[in-house]
Each structure stands twice: as structure tokens, then as C-alpha cells.
């Protein structure tokens, strides 16, 4: 299994700004897709952004096209999540996740998951 951890996470006010970042802990991404997913009180996990292996390939949820930018810096061995013009609704626990391939495949696919960051939107 493979080890990620995020950090980031934090309280924000609607409209602010947060970068999430996923750091692969004896391991190097650079083989593998990274999506970021969330999870809200009393909601079921939900995906919000993928990246494929080299970067080339992205996609998101409807509901954050536009206001996320998910990038990845193989170098640093570290996907990152820009979040923008957050709003109350986006408040969840945010964890990433990789699966044994170089894209991004169906959810379920993602076998390897780091233990979360908070990311709390209110005034």
C-alpha cells in the first residue's frame, strides 16, 4: 500500500483561498494517477479532481470546475489541490488517494488513501 499524507487543511472564509498538498511518504508518484476526494458530515465520500500520472490528463467535479486546479509536481514527489472562491458547502474532510495505475479510473479503484485534512469554510 502506498503511504500519502495531506496537509493544508484549514479554516477559511467564503471566497479565501486554500492549497491542499498530497506528499508521498517511500514512494515515488511519478507512476501514478492522484485524485483528491471529500467527505462531508452525514455525506457520502465524493471525488473531486484527478491527475493522471504525467499531468497531461485532469478532470473534476461540476462542482468545483473552476475553483480548483489540481496540479502535481513529480520532482517534489507532491500533488497539490488549489481551491478557490471557496464556499460553506465545500467544507469536508479532504483526502487523496492513488490507485495502481498511471490514469485515473472509477473510485472503487483507489486502493492507497492518506488520513484526511479538514478544510472548514465559514465566516
Known amino acids: 500500500q502506498l503511504q500519502l499524507v495531506e496537509s493544508g487543511g484549514g479554516l477559511v472564509q467564503p471566497g479565501g483561498s486554500l492549497r491542499l498538498s498530497c506528499a508521498a511518504s517511500?514512494?515515488?508518484?511519478?507512476?501514478?494517477?492522484i485524485g483528491w476526494f471529500r467527505q462531508a458530515p452525514r455525506k457520502e465520500r465524493e471525488g473531486v479532481s484527478c491527475?493522471?500520472?504525467?499531468?497531461?490528463?485532469?478532470n473534476y467535479a461540476d462542482s468545483v470546475k473552476g475553483r480548483f486546479t489540481i496540479s502535481r509536481d513529480n520532482a517534489k514527489n507532491t500533488v497539490y489541490l488549489q481551491m478557490n472562491s471557496l464556499k460553506p458547502e465545500d467544507t469536508a474532510v479532504y483526502y487523496c488517494?492513488?490507485?495502481?495505475?498511471?490514469?485515473?479510473?472509477?473510485?472503487?479503484?483507489?486502493?492507497?488513501w492518506g488520513q484526511g485534512t479538514q478544510v472548514t469554510v465559514s465566516s
Open positions: 488517494a492513488a490507485p495502481l495505475s498511471s490514469w485515473c479510473p472509477r473510485a472503487a479503484d483507489f486502493g492507497s
Open positions: 491527475i493522471s500520472s504525467s499531468g497531461g490528463s485532469t
Open positions: 517511500g514512494f515515488t508518484l511519478d507512476y501514478y494517477a
